[in-house]
Antibody, heavy 122, light 110 residues
Framework: EVQLVESGGGLVQPGRSLKLSCAASGFTFSNYGMAWVCQAPTKGLEWVASISTGGGNTYYRDSVKGRFTISRDNAKNTLYLQMDSLRSEDTATYYC???????????????WGQGVMVTVSS | DVLMTQTPVSLPVSLGGQVSISCRSSQSLVHSDGNTYLHWYLQKPGQSPQLLIYRVSNRFSGVPDRFSGSGSGTDFTLKISRVEPEDLGVYYCLQSTHYTFGAGTKLELK
């Protein structure tokens, strides 16, 4: 059974940093691209960042470029999201998701974690 | 950027009934490989999203055949027949070009 378990969320002040983790199990982690998707309170879903199987290719939505860093450790079956210079508008539930597809323009997300809440407030 | 317009925003339904949700894109979603990458998700209350339909019309593992997807180019539809209580929640479409989600359609009881 595919399982994705996020951790690391919490309350943080604007301008500070937070690092999210996603522990994967039930599948061969190194064979799949991964992603983070967020959902602000009472809002819809927004893709945040993606990473290729080996970690060599990363992609970000414009609003987080230069502030967030997605990475992975295939030996530990773990996905990360380093969030720096946090803003109030980053407040959201962050989901880890497994990516399916073959090349650019074909990817979607087949399994999701339960999500972790990040609140940016003074 | 590709914009995704989902309608309706809210959709009252009676149990056992049938409903359709529309998702329209601002550009054709036909990829250069000839396939169309439009997908549907359901987010039940208090839960994370779950994949229902991938690539327009393919049901994901374990998804009942009450759910069906159709469409082409820029217009897509998710149909749910014989609605059951566990079908209630918010439905989202997703296009793969830039991972753009629709704003969601809330399926609720009349």
């Amino acid at each position: 059974e595919v399982q994705l378990v996020e951790s690391g969320g919490g309350l943080v002040q604007p301008g500070r940093s937070l690092k999210l983790s996603c522990a994967a199990s039930g599948f061969t982690f190194s064979n799949y691209g991964m992603a983070w998707v967020c959902q602000a309170p009472t809002k819809g879903l927004e893709w945040v960042a993606s990473i290729s199987t080996g970690g060599g290719n990363t992609y970000y939505r414009d609003s987080v470029k230069g502030r967030f860093t997605i990475s992975r450790d295939n030996a530990k079956n773990t996905l990360y999201l380093q969030m720096d210079s946090l803003r109030s508008e980053d407040t959201a539930t962050y989901y880890c998701a497994r990516r399916r597809g073959y090349y650019d323009g074909t990817f979607y997300f087949d399994y999701w974690g339960q999500g972790v809440m990040v609140t940016v407030s003074s | 950027d590709v914009l995704m317009t989902q309608t309706p925003v809210s959709l009252p339904v009676s149990l056992g009934g049938q409903v359709s949700i529309s998702c329209r894109s601002s550009q054709s979603l036909v990829h250069s490989d000839g396939n169309t990458y439009l997908h549907w998700y359901l987010q039940k209350p208090g839960q994370s999203p779950q994949l229902l339909i991938y690539r327009v019309s393919n049901r994901f593992s374990g998804v009942p055949d009450r759910f069906s997807g159709s469409g082409s180019g820029t217009d897509f539809t998710l149909k749910i027949s014989r609605v059951e209580p566990e079908d209630l929640g918010v439905y989202y479409c997703l296009q793969s070009t830039h991972y753009t989600f629709g704003a969601g359609t809330k399926l609720e009881l009349k």
